[in-house]
């Protein structure tokens, strides 16, 4: 098992940045990969990024490249989402997974655990 605890979430106005932390306990050593993916109300869950844990290639939606990044620090299990230039439509409940096997980065279906969820609001 692995357990995933996002934060860093909140408020902020158009442009703003801010940077979430998805802290990993428990088996991380099962782990091949780490994702982001969000949802907003009435909407699917969407993929923002995707990080692998042992190489760090990262991988990213067209949606989010070139204002967020994903990095993942081994020694504390955990991966970081800094989004910057954040737009209204960024306005979603931000999810962290873990997946344990090689498998399309942006499905949901490739990834076995999920943290809880943490709100990002971006105000016009």
Same mark, same amino acid.
């Given at each position: 098992?692995?357990?995933?605890?996002?934060?860093? &979430?909140?408020?902020? *106005? !158009?442009? $703003?940045?801010? #940077?979430?932390?998805?802290? %990993?306990?428990?088996?991380?050593?099962?782990?091949?990969?780490? &994702?982001?993916?969000? *949802? !907003?109300? $009435?909407?699917? #869950?969407?993929?923002?990024? %995707?990080?692998?844990?042992?190489?760090?290639?990262?991988?990213?939606?067209?949606?989010?490249?070139?204002?967020?990044?994903?990095?993942?620090?081994?020694?504390?299990?955990?991966?970081?989402?800094?989004?910057?230039?954040?737009?209204?439509?960024?306005?979603?409940?931000?999810?962290?997974?873990?997946?344990?096997?090689?498998?399309?980065?942006?499905?949901?279906?490739?990834?076995?655990?999920?943290?809880?969820?943490?709100?990002?609001?971006?105000?016009?």
């Amino acid at each position: 098992q692995v357990q995933l605890v996002e934060s860093g &979430g909140g408020l902020v *106005q !158009a442009g $703003g940045s801010l #940077r979430l932390s998805c802290a %990993a306990s428990g088996r991380t050593f099962w782990t091949y990969g780490m &994702g982001w993916f969000r *949802q !907003a109300p $009435g909407k699917e #869950r969407e993929f923002v990024g %995707a990080i692998t844990w042992s190489g760090g290639s990262t991988y990213y939606a067209n949606s989010v490249k070139g204002r967020f990044t994903i990095s993942r620090d081994k020694a504390k299990n955990t991966v970081y989402l800094q989004m910057n230039s954040l737009k209204p439509e960024d306005t979603a409940v931000y999810y962290c997974a873990a997946g344990v096997r090689r498998g399309p980065n942006d499905s949901p279906a490739s990834y076995d655990y999920w943290g809880q969820g943490t709100q990002v609001t971006v105000s016009s």
